[in-house]
């Protein structure tokens, strides 16, 4: 049976008369990436503030591990990394130094400390750094170091919020990799990304958030098959029978078919299993298929259908 790591029960968050996160449950399970996606301002900041135990929810509860954060805060927080969007790091300390002094916040022996500092700066490619101060990081280097200070505990939940946000694309491949990798190790990862790429390929199930609510929640594949728009296959046909048209037809869910010279198109949204039809249908015609390129709706597309809008608009 899958367990629990963090159960969000009717959690809204008000400042003032604005509502900034309003209503949302869910349930995030042990050794998963759950990604909460969407634009500045959807409240994925303020609800992973809450989860962390810096904000108090208005309405709702959390629990972390089975623990209601209101009740057991110090329990929580040492089951719990938190990596906030802005480097958590010192710049006048070198790289070691800020992992000593966190390791400390958090009661470690000194020895362990060392010991802990020595193996996350390996892991976050800043071995080479760890003696020299942080001013003199890049702003990459300076996530990962946050990343490295977020596990200096060993925590069983991490809170990346925008992890890669303003890094080259080398770089935020190099934190995907580290983030696969945590989760290779039992880690349970709780992500806040505007990025479709990200939440992609990382996540096991994503939350889409769109002005405080969740409006959408499931794995990225069955969130680009139910809500999304439909795949597409496209198919370069020699010798097209001149009923490839109505062939194809009964294949496409919205009753048509794109024709523009050798080059047609079906609609679908299951293109693995149609995909092998078709063909077979057009060779059983006497067509011969060159070419067959399916086109997959993104994440990108399932957030325009439910919101209206772009995600980095």
């Known amino acids: 049976m899958t367990k629990i790591a963090v159960e969000v029960k009717m959690v809204s968050k008000y400042y003032g008369k604005f509502e900034a996160v309003k209503n949302v449950s869910f349930e995030v399970f ?15 900041t303020t609800l ?27 329990e929580v927080k040492s089951l719990i990394g938190y990596c906030p969007q802005e480097p958590i790091v010192y710049d006048l300390l070198t790289g070691e130094e800020n992992l000593l002094y966190y390791a400390g916040l958090y009661g470690l022996p000194r020895s362990e400390a060392r010991r802990r500092a020595r193996s996350l700066l390996e892991l ?74 990200e939440a992609d390929i990382l996540s096991d199930r994503v939350a889409i958030m769109h002005e405080g609510r969740i409006v959408a929640l499931n794995s990225p594949s069955n ?13 370069k046909i020699k010798r097209a029978p001149s009923n490839s048209i109505e062939v194809l037809k009964q294949y496409s869910e919205t009753g048509q078919v794109l024709h523009r010279n050798d080059t047609y198109k079906v609609y679908t949204r299951d293109p693995d299993s149609v995909l092998p039809k078709v063909i077979g ?13 399916v086109s997959e709706p993104t994440l990108e597309d399932v957030f325009l259908k439910l919101t209206g809008r772009r995600l980095e608009e």
């Not at 098959?225 to 795949?231: A, D, F, H, M, T």
Request: hydrophobic content about 40%.
């Open 281 to 293: 249908e057009v060779i059983n015609c006497g067509g011969k298929v060159v070419e067959a390129h």
């Open 48 to 74: 992973m503030s809450m989860i962390a135990g810096i904000l108090k929810p208005s309405s709702g509860e959390i629990y972390v591990k089975g623990l209601n954060i209101a009740e057991h805060s110090i």
């Open 124 to 197: 976050v490619e800043l071995k080479d750094w760890s003696k020299k101060l942080v001013k003199k990081y890049s702003g990459g280097m300076k996530k990962r170091l946050s990343l490295a200070i977020t596990l200096i505990h060993n925590p069983e939940v991490l809170l990346l919020d925008e992890p890669t946000t303003g890094l080259d694309p080398g770089i935020r491949r190099s934190i995907w990799s580290l983030i696969e990798k945590l989760k290779s190790e039992g880690k349970t990862v709780i992500l806040a990304t505007h990025y479709m790429d």
């Open 223 to 235: 969130l680009k098959k139910i809500v999304g728009p439909y795949s597409v296959i496209e198919l």
């Open 30 to 44: 042990e050794g998963e990436v759950f990604s909460l996606l969407g634009p500045n301002g959807a409240g994925k």
